[in-house]
Structures are given as structure tokens and as C-alpha cells.
């Protein structure tokens, strides 16, 4: 984090000098050097605007260094397809209550992972909870009734997952992908645990009742 801001004040301070240089060279008529000084400036301005963009990503992302419990989800029915998750995670004080429809629900999750010559800057993974979604067993439920889904963070102005998302050429050394857990059922009183590893998010049974469904759901 210290050294994407540091790297981000001395591109700031590279394009403050190709301005300065620009506009001396333009008084003095010089359209050559000036247009040179321009393209200068422009580059360091891209560099510095990214390393800012990674630097304010870093801060708003959770680092992932090794396989870390998020939290857990309790689900109780409060009427046939349809539950209430209570979301419990580690890192807030106050649980989130969601409505789910169907027979089964996800969690994703935003991932960042670096890629040559990033890793050069020694940076670990980053991840964001994105979202929470149920959905019907049947195809022909899932096509004809409601589906739920929420999102679990706000959106961000500086956002190097959706920028690399968006324009993957201009964040080479950047991987931006879906850390999705897979579909589970949901089960009156059933509790799982979500850890969060290098691939995606992962979500076990914690309860006989979440066992129970996992068991029947196999079937």
C-alpha cells in the first residue's frame, strides 16, 4: 500500500515536470519539444492515475494472504422457496438480513490477483463480497419466478476490478475475476461457514441441519 502511493506522488511529481517543461517550451516556440513533453506527461499521468486507482483498491479490498473465514450464513424459512439469510460476518459488528427465494443460494465475491510484472511489486490478492443470490432447482422455476439477489458492497469510484474487467489491456499484470461459491441448499435453521482462498470462496456445513440438506440435496 505505502509503495503504490509513494509510486503514485513521484508519477504525479514526473508529470507536474512535463507540464512545466510543456508550457516553457511552448512560450519559447519550440512545438517540437513541447508536443514531446506533452506525450510525456500524458504517460506518467496514465501510470500515476493507475497506481492511484490500485492504491485506493488496496485500501477498499480485504487482502487475502491464506484461506481466512469471512463468516457465516443462518437460514430460516419463512415460507415455502423462500428464506431469510442472516449474514454474519467477521469483520462487521452488526449481522445483514437478506430475503432469498428459492431452493438453493451463492455468494460471489471480486477477486485481483497479479500477474507479471506486477508481482514485482510484491502485492497479495485482494477480494470484495459482490453479492448474495438464490435461485430454484427446476429449470422451469428459475425461468418463471422471482429471483433474488443483493449486493454486498457499495460501488466504487476507483475500482481496479471493474477497470481491468473493462479495458484488460490497459491493467496488464492484472487479473480480475469471480471468486464464486458454489450453488448450496438452503434448510430451515441451517449454518455455513464462507472462507475466502486463492480460488474462490468456499462454504461448508457447520449444523446437522445444513449437513442434512447438503445430504438430501446430493441425492
Not at 431469510?84 to 428459492?102: C, H
Not at 476490478?161 to 471468486?179: C, E, I, N, S
Amino acid at each position: 500500500m505505502n509503495l503504490l502511493l509513494a509510486a503514485s506522488a513521484v508519477f504525479a511529481l514526473i508529470t507536474l515536470y512535463f507540464v512545466f517543461s510543456m508550457f516553457r517550451h511552448a512560450r519559447r516556440r519550440r512545438p517540437v519539444r513541447a508536443t514531446r513533453s506533452l506525450a510525456g506527461g500524458a504517460v506518467f499521468a496514465c501510470a500515476g492515475g493507475a497506481s492511484t486507482m490500485l492504491a485506493f483498491s488496496y485500501f477498499g479490498y480485504f487482502q487475502l494472504v491464506d484461506e481466512q473465514v469471512i463468516g457465516q450464513i443462518k437460514f430460516s424459512e419463512s415460507a415455502p422457496e423462500q428464506y431469510v439469510a442472516r449474514l454474519m460476518l467477521e469483520n462487521e459488528k452488526r449481522d445483514r438480513m437478506f430475503e432469498i427465494l428459492g431452493d438453493e443460494w451463492q455468494m460471489d465475491a471480486r477477486v485481483v490477483t497479479w500477474k507479471p510484472p506486477m508481482t514485482l511489486l510484491g502485492l497479495d490478492p485482494i477480494f470484495q463480497l459482490d453479492r448474495l443470490s438464490g435461485r430454484y432447482s427446476e429449470v422451469e422455476e428459475e425461468l418463471s419466478k422471482h429471483r433474488s439477489a443483493h449486493a454486498l458492497s457499495e460501488p466504487a469510484t476507483l475500482d481496479v476490478w471493474q477497470f481491468a474487467r473493462k479495458y484488460p489491456k490497459l491493467m496488464p499484470g492484472v487479473d480480475a475475476h469471480y471468486g464464486t461459491a458454489t450453488y448450496l441448499p438452503m434448510a430451515h435453521g441451517a449454518i455455513f461457514e464462507v472462507t475466502m482462498t486463492r480460488t474462490g470462496l468456499v462454504a461448508r456445513p457447520v449444523n446437522d441441519a445444513a449437513r442434512e440438506a447438503i445430504g438430501e440435496w446430493g441425492q
